[in-house]
């Protein structure tokens, strides 16, 4: 190239790196600033609880054992969606919880743990699904643990304290959302309720479809809201699910779709894997990873849909970290990991199955039947001993079983450790694509996808 020719060339990279953003220089057809076209759906999925860990063995095992990757890193391999990481602090500490969390995304403004759109002062955030219900949507969210917990709540209610669960079930009601699918029996049943009231009954009078199976909600009428409850509290384990009464997360994300997707002004649709928290909390690697799997089965139904749709906005995260979960030491320990294949059970169905009274023989034996390998007699005795004097940790663990030392002795024969039985304040996965998802920054705070579902749906903010 001649010197003149140079300086050309030269001088017109000049201009447009002046011009151009370092971003703009590298963009693709797929990393196109976005151009205004709004999404008429948006599906909003949840991994409650969610570590790196967690995403990365779960796709190990489906290479391992199926030869394929997970739904969610396939849209990595494919570059079908934009990629960031999150900052999901609450209001009064780098470590949040689920309320403060969700309510980031629904109320768009960080608040205290433990509550749910309610600020220090006690002023309240609008949730982003009355928002949207009022712009004329249809607005729903689908979970696996009660319907009243704190990530749905988070997108629908303002209260003071996430326990609350009994008073957001009467909010749920007088809200009339289009489809709310869940377990929490407890807090609508009048056998259950301290007040005793029957909420199915005053559902039903409102002119909502109370749904109790998944034969139910398969037949019910789109034509009236749903709310349906599946189980007295959270919905059991994937890896233990036995009853056809219970639909799956994909079975209810596809269920909510097909509800609401009627409605000429689109819909809004929170889907959470709440289990994985719970299996995070308790350091239970069979129900960690079996629920993340699950979870993403219903990621492949909206990706299904969103494809189809070409008019969905799909958002994949979790809202914090739980437990940091991994796998350690080298390639002789792989076949370790592979053992979690063969796990027929959760570590919440074996420790719940054993009293005192059991021999260190009927422990070695249930142990088996859950992993498909059998402990040493030591290791059994050791479990034993715990329920003589049960005193331990874990956040869902009423009967304080010996979650923690099942854990650390599955570690020998999966090579699965945990950080903790808590969670964590690391940045997290943050995945779009469809309509909108062109405004995902490389690194968010929680707090702006509030407005990003806004504006990418043009409903107006505030």
């Excluded at 095992?61 to 199926?66: D, I, N, T, V």
């Excluded at 509550?115 to 949507?137: C, E, H, R, Y």
Aim: glycine fraction near 8%.
């Amino acid at each position: 190239m001649k010197r003149r020719q140079f300086l050309q060339h030269s001088s017109l990279a000049a201009l447009a790196s002046s011009i151009l953003s370092p971003l703009d220089l590298f963009a693709t057809d797929k990393q196109k600033q976005w151009d205004g076209t709004t999404a008429r759906n948006i599906i909003f999925l949840v991994s409650d609880g969610m570590s790196i860990g967690t995403l990365s063995m779960a796709n190990m095992l489906l290479h391992r054992k199926e030869g394929r990757s997970s739904s969610w890193i396939k849209l990595y391999e494919e570059g079908k969606a934009k990629r960031a990481l999150m900052d999901t602090a609450s209001a009064d500490a780098l470590v949040t919880d689920s309320a403060a969390a969700s309510s980031a995304w629904g109320g768009g403004v960080r608040v205290p743990n433990g509550m749910l759109n309610v600020n220090a002062d006690g002023s309240f955030n609008t949730p982003i699904l009355q928002k949207f219900k009022a712009a004329g949507k249809s607005v729903g969210c689908v979970t696996t643990v009660p319907i009243t917990h704190a990530t749905p709540a988070g997108f629908c209610v303002n209260n003071a304290n996430r326990g609350s669960q009994p008073e957001i079930a009467e909010q749920y009601l007088s809200l009339r959302f289009d489809v709310m699918m869940g377990g929490g029996t407890e807090f609508f049943s009048a056998n259950t309720r301290k007040d005793k009231q029957d909420l199915f009954a005053k559902y039903a009078q409102a002119g909502f479809n109370v749904v109790r199976t998944k034969q139910e909600m398969q037949q019910a009428n789109a034509s009236k809201p749903m709310m349906a409850v599946f189980h007295e509290d959270a919905l059991p384990f994937s890896i233990d699910a036995v009853s056809s009464s219970i639909p799956s997360l994909a079975e209810m994300t596809k269920s909510a779709i097909e509800q609401m997707n009627n409605n000429k002004k689109g819909f809004v649709l929170q889907v959470e894997g709440g289990k994985v928290d719970w299996a995070a909390h308790s350091n239970d690697v069979g129900g960690l990873i079996y629920d993340q799997i699950a979870f993403d089965e219903a990621i492949k139904v909206a990706i299904e849909f969103a494809e189809k749709d070409k008019n969905t906005l799909v958002i994949i995260t979790t809202d914090h970290g739980n437990a940091n979960p991994g796998i350690f030491d080298g390639s002789p320990n792989d076949k370790k990991f592979d053992s979690i294949q063969h796990f027929k059970h959760s570590n919440d169905w074996l420790l719940n199955g054993i009293d005192k009274g059991f021999t260190t023989a009927q422990v070695r034996e249930r142990v088996e039947a859950a992993f498909g390998f059998t402990v040493t007699p030591e290791e059994a005795q050791a479990l034993l001993s715990h329920y003589t004097n049960l005193n331990e940790e874990g956040l869902y663990n009423n009967r304080k079983l010996p979650f923690k030392e099942l854990g650390v002795l599955l570690n020998r024969y999966t090579t699965v450790s945990w950080g903790s039985m808590g969670h964590s304040g690391d940045h997290v996965e943050l995945t779009m694509m469809g309509p909108g998802s062109e405004m995902l920054q490389p690194f968010m705070k929680n707090t702006a996808l509030h407005n990003l579902m806004l504006e990418a749906t043009g409903v107006k903010k505030g």
